[in-house]
């Protein structure tokens, strides 16, 4: 018997095993000095990517904190006078401008950009297909493409600077923005979910409106706030058409000129007078707080809605 087995050939997996083995132990080193520069190089890129946020957030709070206050957030800003160098007033005007502009585009992008996201995780066609490449390609388009077009077709036929073209320009920035995201959201929907409700006889439309969207409610909820952020923080295209110069008076009509957030502080950062080049560090501080809040808020609100929906 044991001659009968001394006798077999020997095993080409065990032999195969014990090459790659062998083949293992000799390039351990090399393979372990690979990882290590790896991991070496990606924590040194992540280190040249925090410096610059941070040092800038520190510039943000370091000079713009001391204004932060309940007159500053619900003053009319004025100029400097001789008596009172360092007063210029609040920003109340500013802030409203900026949720006036952002919410009304908000309220045209948020249909458009859910119906697309909607349509393009429902159907594979060559129209699909082409609008996919074209809200990818708005996605990445220099934002004042958005403001010379607004400005255009809005402001040079109303010949006045208005909040409308803001409007305009804002939301379809944030079209794209929304559409990509309720894509990914309606493509997240368990497919057995959508063929259980047609199994059931429910029509396509009821389908979208009773299982679909409420399922991937978190994700779309999700790309809406991201959209606010980007558009809240968006200067470019408010630049072109919204007004020419930083305005004193308090207006919410979103049909005559208006100054939010990113018009004062590039007013303010061209000032004549100190003051004001001052007080635009903590115009950008609100700004940049009301930015990470909406960032914020939409992790939390994902993050809780698909809990609840898990249990």
Do not use: C
Request: no cysteine; net charge positive; charged share 15%.
């Amino acid at each position: 018997m044991t001659s009968i087995i001394a006798d077999l050939p020997p095993d080409p997996i065990l032999e195969r095993r014990q090459q790659i083995q062998s083949l293992a132990s000799r390039s351990i080193g090399r393979r372990s000095l690979v990882s290590k520069t790896v991991l070496i190089s990606l924590v040194v890129g992540l280190v040249i990517a925090v410096i610059p946020l941070v040092t800038v957030i520190a510039a943000l709070i370091g000079k713009g904190a001391r204004f932060i206050g309940w007159q500053f957030l619900t003053g009319l800003p004025h100029l400097p006078s001789l008596v009172h160098l360092n007063d210029v007033g609040g920003i109340r005007n500013a802030i409203v401008a900026t949720l006036v502009i952002d919410l009304l585009a908000g309220l045209a992008a948020i249909p458009v950009g859910v119906i697309v996201g909607l349509y393009l995780a429902s159907t594979a066609s060559r129209t699909s297909n082409a609008l996919r490449t074209i809200v990818e390609m708005m996605i990445g388009m220099p934002s004042i493409l958005l403001g010379v077009f607004a400005y255009e077709y809005l402001v040079t036929r109303m010949k006045s600077y208005s909040g409308l073209a803001a409007i305009v320009a804002l939301s379809i920035l944030m079209v794209p923005v929304i559409a990509k995201a309720a894509e990914l959201a309606f493509r997240s929907v368990p497919t057995n979910l959508r063929e259980a409700a047609l199994a059931l006889g429910a029509r396509e439309s009821r389908v979208a409106r009773k299982v679909v969207i409420p399922t991937a409610l978190p994700g779309v909820i999700t790309g809406v706030l991201l959209a606010f952020a980007r558009a809240v923080g968006e200067t470019a295209p408010i630049l072109l058409v919204v007004g020419p110069t930083v305005s004193t008076i308090f207006n919410s009509n979103p049909m005559h000129p208006m100054t939010p957030l990113p018009l004062l502080i590039y007013g303010y950062s061209f000032s004549e007078y100190p003051s004001q080049r001052a007080a635009a560090w903590g115009v950008a501080l609100t700004l940049v707080f009301i930015v990470v809040a909406l960032t914020t808020a939409s992790r939390f609100i994902s993050t809780r809605m698909r809990r609840e929906r898990r249990s």
